[in-house]
């Protein structure tokens, strides 16, 4: 199971958005994707193998963690960011997270 | 360019039987594993399983088992999603997306279909 937190996230255009992603069982350190959706839109991968950017994904986003805590950090949120993002794990079968909506 | 096309909305009545369809084009479809996730109204990414094109294997989640059928069609590059008895609950977003891999090891899903969008009401 992945449990992502907060559910919601509230900040402003230029702000850090920092988003956390926590596994109930140890995923290793390469085995953690991020994707970001936006509404009416199919998810787009932004990260995978925990910290590598995805192509044509802006240097702003930025992947860590290992074990069972994983983040996602987007430096200055631009309007385009305000979107719903999900960690994935395939370390074990292939789950999603519930997903953390970042909001203005 | 890489791209998967998948079939337009779909409405039918509990019990029918539905199939839905996922086209790729711009790359090796044998090669590559094709993931289907649902997402129900207002609701977040649940992975389906994967097929693997090139012999058909295929991987479902346990969630999934036995309610759904992946298929593929590499005469054509398509993948292909079943239900042969829907029920109201399979109303949802299904989007199909293509597995990547890193040093031969699959791993995240860098190409998604639009979703097909399947309403299920008697």
């Known amino acids: 199971v992945l449990t992502q937190s907060p559910g919601t996230l509230s900040l402003s255009p230029g702000e850090r958005a920092t988003l956390s992603c926590r596994a109930s069982?140890?995923?290793?350190?390469?085995?953690l994707a991020w994707y970001q959706q936006k509404p009416g839109q199919a998810p787009r991968l932004l990260v995978y193998?925990?910290?590598i950017t995805a192509a044509g994904i802006p240097n702003r986003f930025s992947g860590s963690g290992s074990g069972t805590d994983f983040t996602l950090a987007i430096s200055r949120l631009e309007p385009d960011d305000f979107a719903v993002y999900y960690c994935?794990?395939?370390?074990?079968?292939?789950?999603f997270g519930g997903g953390t909506k970042v909001e203005i | 360019d890489v791209q998967l096309e998948q079939s337009g909305a779909e409405v039918r009545k509990p019990g029918e039987s539905l199939k839905i369809s996922c086209k790729t084009s711009?790359?090796?479809?044998?090669?590559?594993?094709i993931a289907w996730v649902r997402q129900m109204p207002g609701k977040g990414l649940e992975w389906m399983g994967v097929?693997?094109?090139?012999?058909?294997?295929?991987r479902y989640s346990p969630f999934f088992k036995d309610h759904v059928t992946f298929s593929v069609d590499r005469s054509t590059s398509t993948a292909y999603l079943r239900w042969s008895s829907l029920r109201a609950s399979d109303s949802a977003i299904y989007f199909c997306?293509?597995?990547?891999?890193?040093?031969?090891?699959?791993?995240?899903?860098?190409?998604w279909g639009r979703g097909t969008q399947v309403l299920v009401s008697s």
């Open positions: 997306a293509r597995r990547r891999y890193t040093l031969g090891v699959p791993d995240g899903f860098d190409k």
């Open positions: 711009g790359y090796t479809f044998s090669t590559y594993w």
């Open positions: 097929i693997y094109p090139r012999d058909s294997d295929a």
């Open positions: 069982q140890n995923v290793g350190s390469s085995y």
């Open positions: 193998g925990t910290s």
């Open positions: 994935q794990q395939y370390k074990t079968s292939i789950t």
